[in-house]
């Protein structure tokens, strides 16, 4: 019996005998799932490999994470860099070390 019957027939039920809290469950439950299953159809994550589909999503993500955080990483380590240079020149100008080369 495919979930659309089990879903029609608790809704039959429900119609001839009234609705229940069980029967209600039921139907609910019964459609939620329906409802889940054609959503991951339409997305294309509803045949045997969409597990593994998944896994590597969620590995290219991580690796995007991290490869994301590593660039943020050397660029700030440039920035500083980069900053002690100006200021290591500046100190050098401030006690006339060209001066003394000179």
Known sequence: MTRE????RLIA???AQGGDLI???A???E???LGAARVLERIGLYDPSAPDDID???ELLS???DAKASAWKAAVEWLVRGVLALLLVGIAVRLGVGDMLS
Not at 5 to 8: Q, T
């Open 5 to 8: 019957e089990m879903l029609a």
């Open 13 to 15: 039920q429900a119609d």
């Open 23 to 25: 029967t209600l469950r």
């Open 27 to 29: 139907i609910v439950e």
């Open 31 to 33: 459609a939620s799932e």
């Open 56 to 58: 590597e999503l969620r």
């Open 63 to 65: 690796a995007w994470r």
